[in-house]
């Protein structure tokens, strides 16, 4: 721990229990009521255990056991700790999507941390939204903060075999579909494919957010690789208690750690892991709450000049998380693009980047690999931009098959989702290899909240002749674990009026992945009279979060917060001493 910088009247939370008044008097007999005395709380930091445990989120199943850890370790340091639920944006079960929600979390963060009396706090998340929802809150609530990732949950297991979360639930349905596994086989793929607590175990968007997070400094160095069951797990998350202590009296703000620099090396970061492509709208959206611009453009450059270097699925061939973590993780990733980030970044440890990694040690040369022998040279996204998305448009292409990275095609134009399964199921579709299969209505207002349904699935028909890429184009995300040839994200999106809203089945669509152009060949005064004959339509939501939701998104090239929350470290103005 460095110096103190803080007295104990200097807390915040002094101004709920120090000041002999009335409404103080309040406070502590209400503390007492829990059953606590003067010697608990009296001129401790109370640090706030953020915690996103839900019976639905079965990524965050370890989190009632892995707060108790994390209250041994603020005890032992001398803080006085309180566990206070916080909204759980699960994967799996939330519908429409985990990104309508996003916002919701970040919201009840920071007014969680506002309105308590709370000097710092340890935020509890993992499964994807949690990690930016968490984190866009306490920054804009500007307290110290600690991150605690989930972990990856164990490998899946299948018959001898190897499974990946969500990557290998795609590829056996498509191998379903196609009649090629039986009822049972499948439903062995339904039981070993989830076997432990903790986030998937793919480099998919929870690892992705949880490295960045982690290469940001905002968590203890390499925490996010350790397996959600492994008992370093519950030894970090005692660490985490006792470092959010010192925090607070060093009055180590996240506005000190989040830093153009610190940005720059999360970006870095992660495209070397092949970072899923929602880690773009993520770190957007937290890069601007903590007042530094990000724009897809940066991106797209860090991506052209970083090679793709942890070969885990599904850019890497061959790998999960746990090999990962036992391959050395994360500080071994960057310990082998150190000379590309900047070291002296502050982290929450106190300490420089480059300090977190003296020491670090790659273990399995396959797994991360050394930058003479990357998985993939270039990154692991790539911008494109073009007539059909102006503002920007993304894809993977370390997880697309290069014959597509040149091609022109024929457009198939799905409106709805629902629209589009039933024609993929229909074996006589006419469709060609060539096809570019293309869904919109799917962003962030038009999905609603900008659901994952990018990786459009493959058509029977073309499955049953033994194709399983194809070019897809869509303005939706799609799920970190997914792959293939899909071009997402496009912005502005259709349900706004973007030009994706202006094509038709048939017209030629081109992509040069080299030259990032993505275009339909439609020459410009036809668009324009699709443009003035084009109508919106109606607005989705009439009441609630929806609506509110609607008037306030931004774009996907924006990072899709809400307008009004997009602001530098400002505070709220003046907050009332009452
Ligand atoms: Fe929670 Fe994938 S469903 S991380
Ligand atoms: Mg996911």
Request: proline content about 7%; charged content about 30%.
């Given at each position: 721990m460095t110096d103190p910088v803080k007295?104990?009247?200097?807390?915040?939370?002094?101004?709920?229990?120090?000041?002999?008044?009335?409404?103080?008097?309040?406070h502590r007999s209400r503390l007492m009521q829990l059953g606590y005395g003067e010697e608990d709380f009296r001129d401790k930091p109370v640090i706030g255990i953020l915690n996103t445990w839900s019976e639905l989120n079965s990524c965050h199943a370890h989190f009632r056991e892995r707060a108790q850890d994390v209250r041994r370790g603020v005890l032992q340091a001398g803080g006085f700790p309180v566990e206070l639920p916080a909204l759980s944006v699960d994967e799996s079960f939330t519908k429409p999507t985990s990104m309508l929600y996003r916002n919701m979390l970040a919201m009840e963060t920071e007014e969680m941390i506002r309105s308590h009396p709370l000097d710092g706090v340890v935020l509890m998340g993992g499964c994807d939204k949690t990690t930016p929802g968490l984190v866009m809150g306490a920054i804009s609530a500007g307290v110290p903060m600690i991150y605690l990732p989930a972990g990856p949950m164990l490998r899946g297991h299948f018959a001898g075999r190897t499974l990946g979360s969500g990557s290998d639930a795609w590829k056996y349905?498509?191998?379903?579909?196609a009649g090629n596994i039986t009822d049972d086989e499948w439903l062995g793929v339904q039981g070993g494919i989830a076997r432990s607590a903790g986030t998937c175990m793919t480099m998919g968007t929870a690892s992705t957010m949880t490295a960045i997070t982690d290469a940001m400094g905002l968590t203890l160095p390499g925490a996010s690789s350790i397996p959600a069951v492994d008992s370093g797990h519950q030894r970090m998350g005692a660490e985490c208690g006792r470092r959010i202590v010192g925090m607070v009296w060093e009055d180590l703000t996240p506005d000190r750690i989040i830093t153009p620099a610190s940005v720059r090396n999360a970006a870095i970061v992660a495209m070397a892991t092949g970072c899923s492509t929602n880690a773009v709208v993520h770190l957007i959206a937290m890069a601007r709450r903590a007042g530094v611009a990000l724009s897809l453009d940066d991106l797209?450059?860090?991506?052209?000049?970083?090679?793709?270097?942890?070969?885990?699925r599904p850019s890497g061939k061959d790998y999960l998380m746990e090999d990962f973590f036992q391959a050395g993780g994360l500080r071994a990733l960057m310990k082998q693009i150190e000379d590309r980030l900047?070291?002296?970044?502050?982290?929450?440890?106190?300490?420089?980047?480059?300090?977190?990694?003296q020491g670090?040690?790659?273990?399995?040369?396959?797994?991360?690999?050394?930058?003479?022998?990357?998985?993939?040279?270039?990154?692991?996204?790539?911008?494109?931009?073009?007539?059909l998305c102006p503002d920007g448009a993304i894809i993977k292409p370390a997880a697309c098959d290069p014959k597509y990275h040149l091609h022109e095609g024929p457009a198939l134009v799905f409106d709805s989702y629902p629209d589009m399964k039933k024609a993929v199921d229909d074996e006589d579709l006419q469709i060609t290899p060539d096809t570019v299969m293309v869904l919109r209505n799917a962003g962030p207002q038009g999905g609603p909240g900008f659901p994952e349904w990018g990786m459009l699935p493959i058509p029977k028909a073309l499955i049953r002749q033994g194709h399983r890429d194809m070019l897809r184009i869509s303005d939706a995300r799609m799920s970190g674990t997914s792959y293939g040839a899909c071009v997402l994200h496009v912005a502005p999106e259709s349900f706004v009026g973007g030009p994706?809203?202006?094509?038709?089945?048939?017209?030629?669509?081109?992509m040069d992945l080299?030259?990032?152009?993505?275009?339909?060949?439609?020459?410009?005064?036809?668009?324009?009279?699709?443009?003035?004959?084009?109508?919106?339509?109606?607005?989705?939501?009439?009441?609630g979060w929806g609506w509110m939701f609607e008037r306030h998104v931004t774009q996907a090239d924006q990072g899709c917060d809400f307008d009004f929350l997009q602001t530098d470290f400002g505070r709220v103005a003046g907050e009332p001493d009452i």
């Open positions: 007295t104990p009247s200097q807390l915040r939370s002094a101004r709920w229990f120090a000041p002999d008044d009335l409404r103080s008097f309040g349905w498509d191998e379903r579909r797209d450059a860090l991506g052209r000049d970083t090679p793709l270097i942890a070969n885990v900047d070291g002296s970044a502050l982290t929450v440890t106190g300490r420089s980047l480059a300090q977190n990694l670090a040690e790659v273990f399995d040369d396959d797994v991360i690999r050394p930058l003479s022998n990357p998985v993939y040279r270039e990154g692991s996204l790539a911008v494109l931009r073009g007539n994706l809203a202006l094509l038709r089945t048939g017209d030629i669509i081109r080299n030259a990032r152009r993505l275009d339909m060949l439609v020459p410009d005064d036809e668009l324009a009279a699709r443009k003035a004959a084009w109508t919106p339509p109606q607005p989705r939501f009439e009441r």
